[in-house]
């Protein structure tokens, strides 16, 4: 069974389901998004992130749209060059329209096979002189085929089906919010183990994607998953210290509140103790009255004594107002090695 775009993406082309889907088997279909069949693995990560609903399992289409099922694998076969699809990051940080992309993409593609056609018919002449040097090859033919990397050319069954569960199992439990380290900390070592098993069915440590689907699309599809593991698990050796960045924040933030309610409750207070007699006999608040005020017996001691607890009050705040600094400095500190990481991941995707 394999999943089929349909009509709610005419209108859409949100292409949310490209950033999450771990074998990247979305292209572009000129007027909508096209799952290829084959690369199809049912892992169901796309169906929940489509904003329009426009992705089913092809038993679950719903009968106005079955004629989508056709569209989706009759694009597959019929277009000699598929356009792989661009994810929403991508078209938003090019400033391009999703539909201009979308139509382009397979413009392009169909202009490609016209133009390399006269290419690939001026070897045919020449495919009939070339028996006799073909007989000579034929020894080193074996040679070239035994220099090849030794190894499997399907990825190992079980391996894959296993990494398949664990992926949407750290999904699921990413959008919960209950992703622990320990579990994050599997899925890169299932990663490890894919990869491991990649360079042993190539013969090498580095390849890319080009070198894998050459050999098998299973390899291709592999390297996908490892991928899908390392980003779904990115991070998340950072979720507890942010946790315990933000709680220690919310205290600062709570300690400085409350301190300072205190702290203007006791202004007011010393405010009226100042101001009392002058306001009450109808005195102009005139420096010379504000000071007779101050130091008249009765009130000289509880001005000092409230003065004296502002003061110290206003040094615990500040206190808290560094506390909330640093406690934000931490937090940002935490945010930036998380986005280094996750640029790392991207840059190394790149460049393979």
Same mark, same amino acid.
Do not use: F, Q, S
């Given at each position: 069974m394999t999943y089929v775009v349909a009509e709610p993406c005419l209108s859409t082309? *949100? +292409?949310a389901c490209v950033e999450v889907c771990p074998v990247a088997c979305f292209y572009e279909g000129g007027d909508q998004l096209i799952i290829h069949p084959a690369e199809c693995v049912d892992? *169901? @990560?796309c169906r929940p992130a489509c904003p329009v609903a426009a992705i089913f399992p092809e038993a679950e289409v719903p009968e106005q749209w079955r004629s989508f099922i056709a569209k989706? @694998? *009759?694009f597959v076969t019929k277009t000699p060059s598929l356009v792989r699809a661009k994810t929403k990051t991508e078209v938003e940080e090019a400033h391009q329209d999703t539909f201009a992309v979308c139509r382009e993409a397979v413009a392009q593609a169909a202009a490609a096979p016209v133009a390399a056609a006269p290419v690939e018919e001026r070897p045919a002449p020449a495919a009939a002189p070339a028996p006799a040097a073909a007989k000579k090859p034929e020894a080193p033919v074996p040679s070239k085929v035994e220099a090849k990397p030794a190894g499997p050319t399907v990825? @190992?069954?079980e391996l894959y089906r296993k990494g398949l569960d664990l992926l949407r199992e750290v999904v699921a439990l990413q959008e919960a919010g209950r992703l622990t380290a320990e579990k994050a900390r599997g899925a890169e070592q299932m990663a490890k183990d894919l990869r491991a098993e990649l360079a042993k069915g190539m &013969?090498? /440590?580095n390849f890319n994607l080009a070198d894998l689907e050459k050999k098998s699309i299973t390899f291709r599809q592999g390297e996908e998953l490892a991928r899908g593991l390392l980003r779904a698990s990115e991070g998340t050796e950072f979720e507890h210290a942010f946790r315990v960045g933000r709680q220690k924040l919310m205290e600062s933030v709570g300690g400085l509140a409350v301190l300072g309610v205190i702290t203007a409750f006791i202004g007011w207070m010393t405010a009226r103790i100042v101001l009392a007699k002058p306001l009450s006999l109808g005195l102009p608040l005139t420096p010379s009255v504000l000071a007779n005020a101050i130091l008249d017996p009765e009130n000289l001691p509880l001005f000092a004594a409230f003065s004296a607890l502002g003061g110290i009050l206003s040094l615990f705040c500040l206190g808290a107002l560094f506390a909330v600094w640093r406690s934000g400095q931490g937090l940002l500190d935490i945010w930036r090695r998380r986005e280094q990481k996750r640029? &790392?991941? +991207?840059?190394? /995707?790149a460049e393979s």
């Open positions: 082309i *949100d +292409r892992c *169901d @990560a989706n @694998a *009759d990825l @190992a069954p &013969g090498k /440590e640029l &790392g991941l +991207r840059t190394a /995707e």
